[in-house]
């Protein structure tokens, strides 16, 4: 195969672009779809604050060095999750990236600052470990980029987490989500921050390519509590659909935005108050990450007596 | 040829096939799910092997809950 620019030898085909790519064309063609969404969805301008949320897979690194190499400085914050056998590497990851660059970036241990881990919650609420961990990391994230007085949270969420999502959400007909599911969220005037996912036009395939093409180390180990993650089974299926379709994926997602969800956009008109504890926004009365944090607490307290303290 | 394996990390021998595509054929799985590694380089589904390489077929999907 040949690099659709130069013709020099390819190290990675793009089949819904019907093109390959050499190294340094593949690595320009990301930073360009990255670009052109940016642009294109007006997700934020050079000189707004930025600061992503770093996993220390591949999507939240290879994101951080191309918005990087775009001239845009972003800070990073690191989730301590608390998960043996996961979180201590990818804080290694995630650290090292940053230290090379000269990056700044701010680590949160949950157990430290809200008093339990995500295995924790998952135990007590008996919610499914990573919807545990979604809600909490939306809760916190938004929090830290409020505090921090940044304009822009930044998502290294990709094409393969949207439309497998979006698959989702269809499946169940989770119509509040569908309204809901889009690359940029804006600013509310009630404490939530702009959150923008900029590397929505490029496959999951493509952040891990361009991660080892750009020398970037990650977490390539699964998480231990993703185990029989929908999700994850929901990509695999609509990878099996695009090997036989290239580009069925992009057309799902970005059909549904295009076309589809004006219809649950108008149906769906939700009043949020704020969280008679926390006073972040939601639904209800008290928030769901304040409800998780509460079951989690008690039941945390309860193992300490039982375990004779 | 050598294949490493990962999520878990474990190896297993693969014989007598001689492109990308074919191993991806045998072991049942889809170009769009996995890297193809050898050495530092990325190989693309033509690319030919030999029963003395070592490839590391890397998954990408990876993630669970979307925030
Ligand atoms: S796989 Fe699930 S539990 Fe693990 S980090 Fe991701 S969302 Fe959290
Ligand atoms: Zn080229
Ligand atoms: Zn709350």
Known sequence: ?309 | MKVILRQPRREIQVDGVTTVAQLLKKLDLVAESVLVIRGDELLTTDARLSDDDVVELRPVISGGATV
Request: glycine letters at 10%; one cysteine or more.
């Open chain 1, 1 to 309: 195969m040949k690099c659709r620019v130069c013709r020099g030898k390819a190290v990675i085909e793009v089949r819904r672009h019907n093109a390959a790519f050499c190294r340094d064309h593949f690595v320009e063609h990301v930073q360009r779809q990255v670009a052109r969404t940016i642009h294109d969805f007006r997700m934020f301008s050079p000189t707004e604050r930025l600061v992503l949320g770093v996993s220390g897979g591949k999507d939240s690194l290879a994101l951080w060095d191309v918005l990087t190499d775009l001239g845009y400085r972003v800070d990073g914050v690191y989730l301590d999750l608390g998960i043996d056998g996961y979180s201590p590497d990818s804080l290694t990851y995630s650290r090292r990236f940053a230290e090379k660059r000269g990056l700044d970036l701010e680590v949160v241990d949950l157990k430290h600052r809200y008093g339990f881990s995500i295995p924790e919650a998952a135990k007590a609420s008996r919610r499914t470990p990573c919807s545990a961990c979604g809600l909490s990391k939306r809760y916190i994230l938004n929090q830290v980029a409020e505090e921090g007085g940044y304009d822009v949270l930044v998502m290294g969420h990709n094409l393969d987490d949207e439309a497998a999502t979006l698959f989702g959400n269809v499946l169940q007909w989770n119509v509040g989500y569908l309204a809901r599911q889009r690359p940029v969220l804006p600013a509310s005037d009630d404490g939530l921050c702009r959150k923008v996912k900029p590397l929505v036009r490029v496959a999951e395939r493509e952040t891990a390519a361009y991660a080892v093409l750009r020398g970037i180390e990650y977490e390539v180990e699964e998480c231990p509590m993703a185990a029989g993650n929908t999700i994850n089974r929901y990509k695999e299926w609509l990878n099996r659909l695009e090997d036989r379709s290239p580009g069925l994926k992009a057309q799902f997602l970005f059909g549904f935005w295009e076309r589809g969800q004006q219809g649950f956009t108008d149906a769906e008109s939700v009043e949020l108050t704020t969280c008679t504890t926390c006073g972040a926004p939601t639904t209800g009365e008290v928030c769901a990450f304040c409800r998780l944090q509460a079951v989690t607490l008690v039941e945390v307290g309860r193992r300490r007596e039982a375990a004779g303290g």
